[in-house]
Nanobody, 117 residues
Framework: VQLVESGGGLVQPGGSLRLSCAGS????????MSWYRQAPGKERELVAS??????????DYLDSVKGRFTVSRDNDVKRAYLQMSKLQPTDTAVYYC?????????WGQGTQVTVSS
């Protein structure tokens, strides 16, 4: 099982980034895919999630990112995405991809997002 994040980097306040998470070794479409973040000295927090299974996906967001971040998935290519816009310095953190289904819970290695002028 692997989850590999990409797309992090340094961006100015107000800018945008798109994170990508590539999954392999498991039935991707079944899993709830989530993005978490952890800033220095803070606990890891859930940023956004998108449901798995058949039918239209449900999404959920941390209040502070609603209207700025969009989570999506493409089951055909086994990827989840986090489109981030209007980024703020408080969004600076390591962002982790998570896949969860039943008792299975997988994590990526994380990608650094730094918002600074």
């Amino acid at each position: 099982v692997q989850l590999v994040e990409s797309g992090g980097g340094l961006v100015q306040p107000g800018g945008s980034l798109r994170l990508s998470c590539a999954g392999s070794g498991f039935t991707f479409s079944r899993y709830v895919m989530s993005w978490y973040r952890q800033a220095p000295g803070k606990e890891r927090e859930l940023v956004a999630s998108i449901s798995g299974g058949l039918g239209e996906s449900d999404t959920d967001y941390l209040d502070s990112v609603k209207g700025r971040f969009t989570v999506s998935r493409d089951n055909d290519v086994k990827r989840a995405y986090l489109q981030m816009s209007k980024l703020q310095p408080t969004d600076t953190a390591v962002y982790y991809c998570n896949a969860k289904w039943m008792s299975n819970n997988y994590w990526g290695q994380g990608t650094q997002v730094t918002v600074s002028s």
